[in-house]
């Protein structure tokens, strides 16, 4: 792939527990939109296979998936869903959850993926961690469901995945709290996403002349407004 026909992404950046799946995957559903989340593709694997198995001696104990392993999965994912039509990298803004998660996936991503904005949630650990372990009851994930694999994973975040960020340009950087609502932080995005989708899209201000509710009335029949 060459340069210019890098993926445009977001990339969606926190620690465990600190909601970017919930909310890459609602972003997902919005038209022009892909959401792609490594956990989701790594437990999807067949544990039978030999990269499966490889992928849980991982996971199960916390740790990250070697560099080069992570990004062929992705990548194979990523065609495959191109391949079913299922994602359109022409129209659609990657969202990506889960990578890269150390310094050197993000050097390797660079040839592949065009990073327009790193959306980086913020929590408490504490919050986060009750999370987690409430999520291991609810969706029975192995990778939280005792104490020491879940230190071990933010122990692991703070050491690999948070020097990332320091590898983007400060000015690519938004970051949101993210203990508030669900619905407020899924707002927040929304609202950093919304001119970063439209100048993708080639859309200007000119473009959208009604863009107001009062001009929208406009549009109706007199009878309704009368
Ligand atoms: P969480 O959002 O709770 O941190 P994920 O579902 O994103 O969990 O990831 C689960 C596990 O999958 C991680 O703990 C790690 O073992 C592995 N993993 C996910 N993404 C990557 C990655 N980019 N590189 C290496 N390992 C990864």
Redesign the pocket.
């Known amino acids: 792939m060459t340069h210019h026909h890098r993926y445009k992404t977001i990339l969606l950046f926190g620690a ?2 600190s909601g ?2 919930t909310q890459g995957k609602i972003l997902g559903t919005i038209p022009g939109f892909f959401h792609s ?4 593709i ?1 437990r999807s694997l067949d544990l039978q296979s030999p990269t499966g198995r490889t992928v849980w001696d ?2 199960s104990r ?4 070697p560099d080069e392993l ?1 990004i062929s999965i992705w990548k194979q994912y990523l065609q495959g869903m191109e391949l079913i039509n299922g994602f359109h990298p022409e129209t659609e803004i990657i969202v990506l959850d ?5 310094v050197a ?1 993000a050097q390797i991503l660079e040839q592949t993926i065009d990073v327009l904005k790193v959306i980086h949630l913020v929590a408490d650990q504490a919050k986060m961690v009750e999370r ?1 372990r409430r999520r291991a009851l609810k969706e029975n994930r192995v ?1 939280d469901a005792s104490d020491e694999v879940i230190a071990k ?1 933010f122990e692991v975040y703070m050491k690999q995945t948070q020097p990332v960020l320091d590898y983007y340009a400060d000015d690519k950087i938004v970051h949101i709290y993210a203990s508030q609502s669900q619905i407020r932080v899924l707002s927040e995005i929304i609202s950093l996403l919304v001119p970063l989708k439209e100048s993708h899209d080639g859309h200007d201000d000119h473009d959208e002349p009604q863009g107001t509710p009062a001009a929208a009335a406009q549009l109706l029949p007199s009878s309704v407004t009368a």
């Open positions: 465990p527990g970017k799946g989340s490594t956990g989701d790594f991982y996971t916390g740790k990250l998936v992570t889960g990578l890269p998660r150390s996936q987690l990778d994973r």
